[in-house]
DNA sequence: CACCAGGCAAGTA
DNA sequence: TACTTGCATGGT
């Protein structure tokens, strides 16, 4: 079985470390967790200037706005008005167990102060908030030791034979959750690597190239 | 012009 | 349950 440290390796060997979640705070993560749903993140980037802008970018600031004008700001991440709302449900949700007297850190703080099972189900009862805008902010938002699968992490596991197409969300995440200590910064990193690898050599209509890191590992068996 | 990018929920049969 | 569709901007 060639055993996911290994890959690891050799992807952390061949690109060095990422360095994400590329925010200035944690509350400028878990808004950026939004706006990147199915959008690349040179738009997401864009929305999130805009914010700044206007020293926007505060959890009280955004709670406050209306949506019509959030939808504005955050226009080129696309999907806007979709978007506004869902960070919106994510905002009541963040800020309705908060003392409104707390400090943005603070509320941030005690909400990731609870284990990540029951955070992970709470995230997932707001509308817009799927498994991968769950696990992405509870990975590089919360520190939170949970494997985030996107896109890219599917299609390079199924590029190289490591999973089938049928594999879903759960099941990949559990392949890499059952086979890696529950280390937060690890997680960070292999998924960032991930990422990188995919954009570079795992596009969607790109066949696979002797280029690729991973070009010759052997088959895993879960 | 077509296709893609760090998803998710709602609709249809 | 298992597909399909809407959402939308900006880069290539």
Redesign the pocket.
Known sequence: MADLQKIYKILHDHFGPQH???ADSVFEVIV??VL????????VS?ALDNLKEDNLLSLPLLHALPREVL?EKI?????????ARRLKNLLDLLICEADPNYSEDKILADFFNEDTISLRQKL?T?????????D?ILL?AGEKPIFVI???TWRVLLRHGLVGEETD?TEMQELFMTNLPHDSRLFNEYHALL?RL??EFC???NPLCDACPLHKIEPLYV
């Open positions: 994400w979640w590329p950026g967790a990147t749903q199915n959008t690349n993140w040179q738009n864009r939808a226009k080129p991440s696309g999907y806007y008005n979709l978007k997932l707001v509308k817009g908030i799927g498994p991968e805008t769950a992405s590089y996107d896109t890219y969300y990422v995919g954009k596009k969607k209509n």
